[in-house]
């Protein structure tokens, strides 16, 4: 046998089975770990065959080069890194319900034209020095290796101009999944990918450079073009709880692709996404994209403010009365038409409706028509609506603003409590080490493995009940049940004190309507002509 102290110093990888370093050589110059007696496939490299009797040295090269190889994995791109995050997430929201066409068709085709007109694949001379594959998958009847055209079923022209080319390489697996290119020698040494380098410095003009983020307004673009039943803020949502891959999203990374040096400055995200940025960027992209008109979004889809309006009603554990009010709102002030809902991006003003946002809006501007909301007409009808339940309790009861301001405190103040101690809690670091060069490999991953021990035990010193499990996810994050009594529903209860009667129809018994940076509005028809016109209702 070799030396042991020898061996270590020619060979520092930790052992597969028990994570040790320390390596014996076997009598065919095979490394063995002293700790376990695991063989691994890696030989020593000698020049005197004599050191090691009974082995063709040929044998000892050539599988010390085929050990070379599978440790410097493939050779991938950096949109190819970003293709399997989308696959990722397009499989995490089929899961959550979502159509599997947003997956095969739609974001697929989306993709596509992103790597067409960012230079990138379908086009003469790539950036990449050769194609993307984008491969297909078996269980689909989707056409891959087709032109790639947006979604033939709305009539939408072809992503691809002419005398560009369409057809993808290779082999035929599932969608979004990366190539296994072949294993040349040119390995990059500042990142694990060929182009990491390179895509970190290119500053391209009107190129608009994929990121992480991005992925997720690419995932947005594609719920809208479905009119699927998820808002921007659900989708955040969603992201947050784990639902969908976004932090450390390389770590679901196949083992062949190595992510190292600039890769880590690409791929490696250490902050949540916001609403404001995702929705800036979703713009972005659509416009990039020359994306056409999307598909209408009218009264009986999700996205349509009358039906938001009835989700976030129930939500928040208002009256049911309340729908009425909101569809009449809705309808003055004509943000339920079609063409302010749908989203044009080749139009000269491209913006989308903030959908979930317009919804809360329209809900926020009835409780002001009933409430006023000046802290003090609140309170009085309150104290009306109290006086009369207490006298009243076989009827139904009235509405009690101050009653449901206080569950409603109390229930977000707990949910509060709860998202503040995840956010403490999240482990930022990925269960894939990250390392700046594939030298610093072994030293990563100890530290790793350094770092999770002590959490165990923390863990186990700290609080040694289980980690409750992530939950289950919903379109609602409250849920109100009739006779609950430390959680009242109000779902049912009656607006009757807060509305009069003035001919044949009811009327608000509040008159005026406040905004806290202008005076006060006589009529509410009055102060819509006058934001319409572009005046304060103060002028």
């Keep these: 046998m070799v030396n042991v102290c020898k061996c ?35 030989s020593k490299e000698v020049i005197n065959t004599g050191a090691i009797p009974n082995t063709k040295i040929q044998a000892i090269n050539r599988g010390l080069k085929r050990k070379r190889k599978l440790e410097r994995g493939w050779d991938w791109y950096v949109c190819e890194g970003f293709q399997h995050i989308l696959y990722q997430q397009a499989e995490a929201l089929k899961t959550l319900g979502v159509g599997p066409e947003l997956k095969n068709e739609v974001l697929h085709n989306f993709w596509k034209r992103y790597l067409q007109k960012s230079k990138q694949a379908y086009c003469k001379n790539p950036v990449c020095r050769r194609k993307v594959t984008v491969l297909e998958d078996n269980q689909s009847h989707s056409d891959w290796e087709s032109e790639p055209e947006l979604l033939s079923d709305f009539s939408c022209p072809s992503f691809v101009e002419s005398g560009t080319e369409s057809q993808p390489d290779g082999l035929a697996q599932k969608p979004f999944p990366i190539s296994k290119a072949s294993q040349s020698e040119t390995a990059s040494i500042c990142s694990g990918s060929l182009d990491g380098v390179e895509y970190s410095l290119r500053k391209e003009k009107g190129i608009v450079k994929m990121t992480v983020p991005r992925t997720l307004a690419f995932c947005y673009l594609s719920l809208l073009w479905q009119r699927e039943t998820v808002t921007l803020s659900d989708l955040l949502r969603f992201v947050e709880e784990g639902h969908i891959p976004y932090i450390n999203a390389f770590q679901h990374f196949p ?3 190595k992510l190292y040096g600039r890769d880590k400055g690409i791929f490696a995200i250490e902050s949540w996404p916001t609403y404001e940025d995702i929705y800036k960027k979703m713009i972005e992209m659509a416009k990039f994209l020359d994306l056409p008109r999307f598909p209408e979004i009218t009264e009986d889809c999700y996205l349509h403010p009358n039906i938001l309006c009835m989700k976030y009603l129930m939500e928040v554990n208002l009256p049911d009365e309340m729908n009425d009010l909101t569809c009449q709102v809705v309808k003055m002030t004509g943000v339920g ?11 000269k003003m491209a913006k989308t409706v903030k959908y979930d946002v317009q919804a809360v809006a329209v809900i926020v501007v009835v409780l002001k028509l009933l409430f006023l909301l000046d802290d003090n007409l609140e ?10 339940n207490e006298n009243n309790k076989e009827d139904k009861p009235w509405f009690d603003f101050r009653k449901w301001y206080q569950v409603m405190k109390k229930s ?8 503040e101690e995840a956010r403490a809690k999240y482990l930022w670091k990925s269960e894939k080490p990250l390392y700046h ?10 530290r790793r493995e350094m770092v999770v021990d002590l959490q165990k035990q923390f863990s186990t010193l ?18 109100w049940a009739e006779g609950d009594v430390a959680r009242t529903c109000f779902h049912g209860h009656s607006l009757q004190g807060i509305l009069k009667n003035k001919g044949q129809s009811l009327t608000t018994k509040n008159s005026l309507y406040w905004l806290s940076t202008q005076k006060f509005c006589r009529r509410f028809s009055d102060f819509i002509k006058r934001k319409r016109k572009g005046r304060s209702p103060g002028q």
């Design 379 to 388: 309170w009085s009808l309150s104290n009306t609506a109290e006086k009369y």
């Design 437 to 446: 060069s594939s030298i610093d490999r072994a030293v990563a991953f100890k």
């Design 255 to 257: 083992e062949e692709m």
């Design 412 to 419: 977000i103040d707990e949910k509060k409590q709860e998202w």
């Design 462 to 479: 700290v609080d040694s009940t289980p980690t409750v499990g992530r939950k289950k996810p919903s379109s609602f994050q409250f849920n």
């Design 8 to 42: 270590q110093k020619e060979f520092k990888e930790r052992c597969t089975q028990c994570a040790a370093v320390s390596w014996g050589l076997t009598d065919e110059g095979k490394y063995y770990c002293t700790s376990c007696h695991n063989v691994t496939e890696r």
């Design 337 to 347: 038409e079609v063409d302010f809902l749908t989203f044009d991006p080749i139009a």
